[in-house]
T-cell receptor
Framework: GDSVTQMEGPVTLSEEAFLTINCTYTATGYPSLFWYVQYPGEGLQLLLKATKADDKGSNKGFEATYRKETTSFHLEKGSVQVSDSAVYFCALTPTSGTYKYIFGTGTRLKVLA | DAGVIQSPRHEVTEMGQEVTLRCKPISGHDYLFWYRQTMMRGLELLIYFNNNVPIDDSGMPEDRFSAKMPNASFSTLKIQPSEPRDSAVYFC?????????????FGPGTRLLVL
């Protein structure tokens, strides 16, 4: 079945460092891809999304590009801040069917001042 | 808009007790989802509703779990009897539709601890 695989955390970075969180997926056809972020004590919220191959989603300095050839949707940010400390979830909605979200296990990011 | 509202935010109970979690979706959203989040299993979809009707409950772990949506602005997830392995964070989410590009809006979650 469809699935999402994320890199294990936690990821610890210094402020202003470059961030990459890897996400790969297994799915038939062309799923939609998402990154959600969960700040401490809060629910998940959409960070960015891409719905077709080569699309780039971006928001708040974060970017991710839908790569069909490598089945990947890696999250990047050029300069992280302490306020970016959170858990990041990669997710997809399948090409067909019930459109239920399939979430990765989440990657915890800790940014140190 | 106030967003998705969940109550209580924290619940501590003893094994065997009944637990009821509550959710108020965003006004105008036709879909409501219940998720469970644990360290071991990550984020799991338990059930979702469309226009107050349960559509897919295949994620409900067992008969001890039940969910209802009596109207468009209220849903409950009930566990009876509760067990320690039910300890988790339970999220409610809502969306306008379930298209492939649709965003789901999550509540802050209810952290449940069953002793």
């Amino acid at each position: 079945g469809d699935s999402v695989t994320q890199m294990e955390g936690p990821v610890t970075l210094s402020e202003e460092a470059f961030l990459t969180i890897n996400c790969t997926y297994t799915a038939t056809g062309y799923p939609s891809l998402f990154w959600y972020v969960q700040y401490p004590g809060e629910g998940l919220q959409l960070l960015l999304k891409a719905t077709k191959a080569d699309d780039k989603g971006s928001n708040k300095g974060f970017e991710a590009t839908y790569r069909k050839e490598t089945t990947s949707f890696h999250l990047e940010k050029g300069s992280v801040q302490v306020s970016d400390s959170a858990v990041y979830f990669c997710a997809l909605t399948p090409t067909s069917g019930t459109y239920k979200y399939i979430f990765g296990t989440g990657t915890r990011l800790k940014v140190l001042a | 808009d106030a967003g998705v509202i969940q109550s209580p935010r924290h619940e501590v109970t003893e094994m065997g007790q009944e637990v009821t979690l509550r959710c108020k979706p965003i006004s105008g959203h036709d879909y409501l989802f219940w998720y469970r989040q644990t360290m071991m299993r990550g984020l799991e979809l338990l059930i979702y509703f469309n226009n107050n009707v349960p559509i897919d409950d295949s994620g409900m772990p067992e008969d001890r779990f039940s969910a209802k949506m009596p109207n468009a602005s209220f849903s409950t997830l009930k566990i009876q009897p509760s067990e320690p392995r039910d300890s988790a964070v339970y999220f409610c989410a809502s969306s306008h539709s379930v298209g492939r590009q649709e965003t789901q809006y999550f509540g802050p979650g209810t952290r449940l601890l069953v002793l």
